[in-house]
């Protein structure tokens, strides 16, 4: 079961079978799956789950999963970092970039400027050649950030 603020990563190594389902028949689910392709091959199938609760994303951004499972994010087996945020108000954050890294953001729910650029819910903004990744004036927004090579 995974509830909300929860982050699962599984790891499919050499094969494994899985399947999701709402068992809440009388209400919503909004999952967001997220493939990522590893750095290496034939490992071991792996399961992790960790909660992340609000107050560790409200007006800053969260690390969720990164190599060897830093700062108590899930492990991931790529040169990649997924921090996850909550912004309303004045809050604000900013990420800053190493030359040669990307950024995809995708906004989970609600409204936010990410350098500039006004999104709303679903929407998902790439960056490359950047220095940073600066957030701001969010209106119950939740964002996912990835930092990847």
Avoid: C
Avoid at 21 to 42: D, M, S, Y
Avoid at 44 to 58: C, N, V
Avoid at 94 to 100: K, R, S, V
Avoid at 112 to 120: H, K, M, S, W, Y
Wanted: hydrophobic residues 40%; aromatic residues 6%; proline residues 5%.
């Amino acid at each position: 079961t995974i509830g909300p603020g929860d982050v699962q990563r599984m790891s499919a190594g050499r094969g494994v079978q899985h399947s999701e389902q709402n068992h809440a028949k009388a209400g919503i689910t909004h999952f967001l799956q997220i493939w990522i392709e590893p750095n290496v091959r034939g490992i071991a199938p792996g399961y992790e789950q960790k909660h992340f609760d609000a107050a560790s994303k409200r007006g800053r951004l969260r690390l969720v999963a990164s190599p060897g499972g830093v700062e108590g994010s899930v492990t991931i087996h790529q040169d990649a970092r997924i921090y996850a945020g909550l912004f309303d108000g004045a809050e604000r954050a900013t990420h800053p970039l190493t030359a040669g890294r990307k950024a995809y953001l995708h906004v989970v729910r609600g409204r936010i400027a990410v350098n500039g650029t006004p999104l709303e819910t679903g929407d998902a903004l790439k960056m490359t050649g950047v220095s940073e990744v600066a957030l701001g004036k969010g209106v119950d927004a939740e964002v996912l950030l990835f930092d990847l090579p």
